[in-house]
């Protein structure tokens, strides 16, 4: 089931059909832990008017995001890379605070997949 605003459950299961519940456990760790600071690197950039740190930081938020189905997060990251390629900074700031609600409600989706990986 994949929805814009959450978790696409397929990506989860192709993860436990790849590598078993702890390889999707995982990646979803990953996620957690690389996000946060990504996302703090991306706001740097706006803060500095850095396109390119921006772009840097937000490239692989949305690689991690499709790894684990983080539909929303992901599309929210490729908009914001794209704005920052073009140096086009007007709706960024915007965006990044659509991309921090949007992991917020992700994760908790996430951590309740990740709990029934344990189970």
């Known amino acids: 089931m994949s929805d814009f605003t959450g978790l696409d459950l397929a990506t989860i299961e192709k993860l436990k059909q790849l590598g078993g519940g702890p ?8 996620f957690f832990q690389y996000l946060p ?17 921006i772009q840097q930081a937000v490239h692989p938020i949305k690689s991690s995001a499709n790894n684990v189905g983080a ?18 900074g007007e709706t960024i700031p915007a965006l990044l605070h659509d991309l921090e609600e949007a992991y917020a409600r992700v994760a908790v989706q996430l951590k309740e997949q990740r709990a029934g990986l344990e189970a």
């Open 23 to 30: 390889f999707a456990g995982q990646m979803i760790d990953l």
């Open 37 to 53: 600071g990504k996302l703090a690197e991306a706001k740097a950039g706006l803060g500095g008017g850095d396109f390119h740190a």
């Open 71 to 88: 539909v929303a997060v992901r599309e929210l990251a490729r908009q914001i890379e794209q704005l920052a390629l073009d140096k086009n």
